[in-house]
């Protein structure tokens, strides 16, 4: 079974910038996952989609971050305008469901985005 | 929010010893999910074990053992037999029966030596 994919694997932009990421998780499942991970950190989460719904995007800066899933399947997660303290990896994951025994998130390779 | 806590940043161990890594936790939930995740450099994060509170037995996966104590609120993962392919960061995370947040902790660096 393939993985979850995302792209780019790296980005480097100026502070002011706009960047998008791209995920495509496993076929079937329903919820997605969008992560940040600073460095010398665990990962944060950012928003939770259940099929193409939000879930939770309480610690999604909406100032300047926006996801979107389309079609409950592939999802982008965009930054306008960067900071410098966005510098991080983000990372996408899936999961078959949210509950009980499906609630395994399996995650991507991540994007490690590097802003000057 | 619930609070994950690994208290050890950094960890070595000989390969074929036995290394334990800490985990607490805060929650004043009954029913909730742990998992030990595996993060090797530049490479992608893969679940490691998971165990359900509501189970009293520890979970294992081969070389690799839990020991969970609910009351405690502690969480250690046990690799035996340590490998050099087992050095990553490990983090410990904590999920509600809900499914919403999984919750990380900052991570143990383990060091396999020769």
């Known amino acids: 079974e393939a993985g979850v994919a995302q792209s780019p694997r790296y980005k480097i932009i100026e502070k002011r910038q706009s960047v998008a990421f791209w995920c495509n998780p496993i076929s079937g499942h329903a919820t997605l996952y969008w992560y940040q991970q600073i460095l010398g950190q665990g990962p944060k989460l950012l928003i939770q989609f259940q099929n193409n719904g939000v879930v939770d995007d309480s610690q999604l800066p909406k100032d300047r971050f926006s996801a979107e899933r389309l079609k409950g399947v592939d999802s982008t997660l965009k930054i306008q305008p960067a900071k410098l303290e966005d510098s991080a990896v983000y990372l996408c994951?899936?999961?078959?469901?949210?509950?009980?025994?499906?609630?395994?998130?399996?995650f991507g390779p991540g994007t490690r985005l590097t802003v000057l | 929010a619930q609070t994950v806590t690994q208290s050890q940043p950094e960890m070595s161990v000989q390969e074929a010893e036995t290394v334990t890594l800490s985990c607490t936790y805060d929650t004043s939930e009954s029913d909730y999910y742990l998992f030990w995740y595996k993060q090797p450099p530049s490479r992608q994060m893969i679940l490691v074990i998971r165990q359900e509170a509501y189970k009293q037995q520890n979970a294992t996966e081969n070389r690799f053992s839990v020991n969970f104590q609910k009351a405690a609120k502690s969480f250690s993962l046990k690799i035996s037999d340590s490998q050099l392919g087992d050095a990553a960061m490990y983090f410990c995370a904590y999920l509600e029966n809900s499914g919403y947040a999984l919750n990380f902790g900052k991570g143990t660096s383990l060091l396999v030596t020769p």
């Open positions: 994951a899936s999961s078959l469901d949210v509950t009980g025994a499906y609630n395994e998130q399996f």
